[in-house]
């Protein structure tokens, strides 16, 4: 019998796949959690052996959850299970080694198959995404960064200070990214990169 904790903040998504779930002979979910927090205190306790966890969620999502994992080098194994197929998610689950990203439109047999196979070491990642991992972002490292500190509210000047630039040279870096990305403001890039996963 496979172990599986389930972390899914979506009462009614979370439901129906631990109902389809327990339908299978040799899995048993052990227990769900509504946010990453409470995943995290129960994969203490109960010591799943698969994690599977969307995305976002409340307090600590999945990719944060499974950075704290590794962190930890808690036994388990996990798959995300998300409606976002991008390039910029996948490729951060790929660097936390985590063994399985499954959409959640897939058929839930195949949610099933994706657990039995990483309780078998193989990697599962959902048909059509593989080619995604090594798609190049369309940003550099500096403008990532900029976007970051500009999402977490900092001023140009502040911005400026953090990257050890002048303030006229933030503000030319921002004005080209604004063009680049077809955007007129701090706030609709921010939402941009953050709707392709890119911060």
Known sequence: MIRVLL????AMVRGAL??????????????????GEEAWRLLQELRPEVLIADIE??????????QRVRARQLPVRIIILTT??????????????VEG?????QPAAELA?????????????????ALKAWQPEPLSERELALLRLVAEGKTTAEIARHQGLSEGTVRNYLSELF???????????????????WI
Do not use: N, T
Not at 84 to 97: H, I, K, N, V, W
Not at 101 to 105: A, E, F, H, S
Not at 179 to 197: I, K, M, Y
């Open 57 to 66: 969620m409340p307090k600590l999502g999945g990719l944060e959850l499974a």
């Open 113 to 129: 198959q994706a657990v039995r196979r990483v309780m078998r070491g193989e990697r599962v990642i959902a048909s059509g995404l």
């Open 84 to 97: 976002f197929g991008r390039s910029a998610y996948l490729r951060r689950a790929l660097e936390l080694e």
């Open 101 to 105: 990203y499954v959409l959640k439109d």
């Open 7 to 10: 972390a899914e903040d979506q």
């Open 18 to 35: 631990a109902a389809l779930l327990a339908l299978e002979g040799d899995l048993q979910v052990v227990a769900q959690a509504q946010d």
């Open 179 to 197: 063009a680049r990305l077809g955007v007129h403001s701090r706030w609709e890039a921010v939402r941009l990169a953050q709707d392709q996963g």
